[in-house]
């Protein structure tokens, strides 16, 4: 500590590890906030089903979403992305997960919302199997802080199922 | 800086970033901004330098005593005796 410059590097030094020091605990303060995200979902309109010319079958839906997720952001959230997924079984795999819409939600403020829109993604089957098939919506969230761990965590809906022939 | 100084430059800047450090999280914390935390440790940060970095006086109190002249002179340097040239000798077999 005997010149200007190594005192100053020393510094320099205990500062940075102190602030990452205070960013882990910022960050592990986010393990004491009540989170009771909630989510409906609904399917306006099955608007086609058909099989394409590649074999495999293809909807297009109209999807009402309302969700309120206003708390699961914390002073430590930098956005919240959000997808829905259909998941659904075929004889070839076990668990088919396609993603259908997602959005990124910036603020607090914009995590209650409800929307009625047209499936994002094309859902497309691996084959042509969909045919009175039943599956679940799923809404997964992933919560990206300013600091630290993210954290994912969904809401199953089950109970929706696509017609019994083609239109 | 004397010694003396050096110690108290030293722990003072650990304990002042330790303390802002402290009270930026507890702030941030209760205002729920993360922004006001680093602002609050950004300030922090700036103060502990214009305190600790800098050769104030008042870390030169406890100056080093360097011997009187009259004194060095009592005992003096000693000098190079001529011990590489018996080196040189003993090479020749």
């Not at chain 2, 870390?59 to 060095?72: E, G, S, T, V, Y």
């Not at chain 2, 080196?87 to 020749?92: A, D, E, L």
């Amino acid at each position: 500590m005997h010149t200007f410059g190594y005192r100053a590097n020393a510094l320099l030094t205990f500062a940075v590890t102190a602030l990452a020091f205070i960013c882990a605990i910022a960050s592990f303060s986010d393990k004491f906030s009540n989170q009771n995200p909630s989510a409906e979902i609904q399917i306006l309109n099955i608007n086609r089903f058909q099989k394409k010319s590649h074999g495999n079958d293809e909807v297009s839906l109209t999807l009402d979403i309302a969700a309120d997720l206003q708390s699961l952001f914390t002073w430590n959230t930098k956005q919240v992305f959000v997808f829905i997924a259909a998941e659904y079984e075929t004889p070839k795999n076990a668990l088919n997960q396609v993603s259908l819409w997602d959005a990124i939600i910036p603020t607090k403020e914009h995590a209650k919302f409800r929307i009625q829109t047209s499936n994002k993604y094309r859902f497309i089957d691996q084959g042509h199997n969909l045919r009175g098939k039943d599956f679940n919506l799923t809404l997964h969230w992933h919560v990206m802080p300013k600091t630290g761990k993210m954290f994912a965590d969904k809401i199953v809906m089950s109970g929706y199922s696509l017609p019994d022939a083609y239109r | 800086m004397d010694w003396k100084g050096q110690k108290l430059s030293e722990e003072l800047m650990q304990i002042l970033l330790l303390v802002f450090g402290g009270v930026a999280f507890i702030t941030g914390y209760a205002t729920s901004s993360f922004r006001t935390m680093m602002l609050i440790y950004a300030g922090a940060v700036l103060f502990t330098t214009m305190i600790t970095v800098p050769n104030w006086p008042f870390f030169n109190r406890h100056p080093l005593k360097w011997l009187d002249p009259i004194q060095a002179e009592k005992y003096p340097k000693p000098e190079l005796t001529n011990v590489i040239s018996k080196k040189k000798k003993n090479k020749h077999y």
